[in-house]
């Protein structure tokens, strides 16, 4: 995981400019210029991307945005009443994921518009889609995703960008701009994931006990947190949960012990006002607060521990730089703990054993 957070800065690099080329590409029989809505089916990673650009799909593309998990999309959704209106972007990186596949072919039969987001042209969802983006990263290693999720939500914003310039809603110039920013993110990213990977493994040892790690974030950053809470389940069993800022003040910050470990995704943008008053009142309750935020704006939050995000970035590409810590921690974490990916879910699986149990004297020694 830790190599795959490094490959990062230089998939930007790489893939940005071939992937917007793949999107302008896509089939004219799509017209993305009568598009008035979009609905971003996934599951796992793949929904929590939907999440994270749905923001990016609204202002940079002007159309109404909804992610929708696949099942359901699958089982629950009502039909759209002027389908050659909508667009159905379907993200799976295998994509074999069955009920991503179901919903790509249910909308399309329906007469929707279905882009598929994957790396494998050959999938089930390539086959059910009108248009493929390819999102193939050479030299992937299996592991829980960390290119995979990057790559998919730097097809999902590039698509929003083509999309706002064939409805008009962006000029040339613009969208032009606005794809150079995304490939100028690569420096950023770079920097975050470095300081990510030394801050997280010191960060690691200090929460691996806790009962329940809670992610936070709202807008752009919802997805990033469920996103981030994710690997932290895959990689190490250590339950972790992702919540929206406001929803947490009304459910979440009532469950003890008040010290359990908080983290508060604060970009610059809509939310981050919102974000730095949850952040106090998570401090005021006695909660670890963890401030994932830009560099420079740190000193604002009453932070137990901060994990410092590099760059300038609109909010709409923020997800691209506030899920970098996730992997790293939740690296650190199953090291710390003894534990390899996904093992807890394996039938027979023997409960792992701490490298470090906590005991009393270690729980008064780091503050536990």
């Known amino acids: 995981m830790l190599r795959q957070a490094g490959c990062l800065a230089d998939d930007i690099r790489d893939r940005a400019a071939s992937v917007a080329e793949q999107v302008r590409a896509l089939p004219g029989a799509l017209d993305l210029a009568g598009v008035e809505s979009v609905v971003i089916v ?76 994957t790396a494998n042209a050959a999938s089930p969802l390539a086959r059910s889609a009108y248009g493929t983006v390819l999102l193939d990263l050479p030299g992937q290693e299996p592991s829980p995703g960390v290119r995979t999720y990057q790559a998919s939500l730097l097809g999902a914003l590039l698509l929003a960008i083509a999309l706002g310039q064939a409805r008009g809603h962006l000029d040339r110039a613009a969208a032009e701009m606005l794809r150079e920013e995304l490939g100028a993110l690569a420096d950023a990213v770079e920097a975050t994931v470095e300081e990510s990977v030394r801050r997280t493994r010191q960060l690691a040892d200090r929460i691996a006990h806790a009962p329940v790690l809670t992610l936070l974030g709202s807008g752009p950053s919802h997805g990033s947190a469920l996103y981030g809470a994710a690997k932290q389940v895959e990689t190490a069993a250590v339950f972790a949960v992702g919540q929206d800022l406001e929803e947490w003040c009304h459910v979440e910050r009532f469950a003890g012990p008040s010290d359990l470990p908080v983290f508060v995704l604060a970009p610059a943008g809509r939310s981050s006002g919102p974000a730095l008053r949850v952040a106090q009142r998570a401090a005021d309750l006695g909660r670890r607060l963890v401030a994932v935020a830009p560099a420079d704006r740190l000193d604002g939050f009453p932070a137990w521990a901060a994990l410092p995000v590099h760059g300038q970035v609109r909010e709409e590409f923020s997800p691209l730089l506030y899920h970098l810590f996730a992997a790293p921690l939740a690296c650190h974490l199953a090291q710390y703990l003894g534990r390899v990916p996904f093992a807890a879910g394996r039938p027979g699986h023997a409960p792992a054993v701490p490298v470090r149990p906590a005991t009393p004297a270690t729980v008064k020694e780091e503050g536990r």
């Open 42 to 117: 996934g599951n796992g990673d793949s929904d929590h991307a939907a999440r994270a650009v749905e923001m990016a799909f609204r202002s940079l593309a002007g159309v109404d945005c909804r992610p929708v998990s696949a099942l359901p999309f699958t089982h629950y959704r009502k039909p759209a009443a002027s389908p050659a209106r909508v667009l159905t972007v379907a993200i799976s990186v295998s994509g074999g994921s069955p009920l991503v596949v179901k919903s790509a072919e249910q909308a399309r039969a329906e007469g929707e518009a279905v882009v598929a987001l």
